[in-house]
């Protein structure tokens, strides 16, 4: 049964930290592209940042606040988020895509982020 399950949000002042985790189960990790998206109330789900054995990609709006990160041993993702801004409010989605055919595509159910004074 494959499950991907977020942790590590909450409250935060503007200009504070978290890390968030994704712990994976149920199919082969390292074969597989992880990224983290968030949906913010209103608005369409958007990619964060995405990695996959060696390469990262981040979103303009987080570039050089957030590393994404990944442990292929623990089966589990990281998302460490600095200088957070209320905008980075939003609901923090893990995603897990197969990097071969076919693209077996998986979603958390999500961890809520408030960037909040």
């Known amino acids: 049964q494959v499950q991907l399950v977020e942790s590590g949000g909450g409250l935060v002042q503007p200009g504070g930290s978290l890390r968030l985790s994704c712990a994976a189960s149920?199919?082969?990790?390292?074969?597989?592209?992880m990224s983290w998206y968030r949906q913010a109330p209103g608005k369409e789900r958007e990619l964060v940042a995405r990695i996959t054995s060696d390469i990262t990609n981040y979103a303009d709006s987080v570039k050089g606040r957030f590393t994404i990160s990944r442990d292929n041993a623990k089966t589990t993702m990281y998302l460490q988020m600095s200088s957070l801004k209320p905008e980075d409010t939003a609901v923090y989605y893990c995603n897990a895509r197969q990097l071969i055919l076919p693209h077996y595509l998986y979603w958390g159910q999500g961890t809520q982020v408030t960037v909040s004074s």
């Open positions: 149920g199919f082969t990790f390292r074969n597989y592209a």
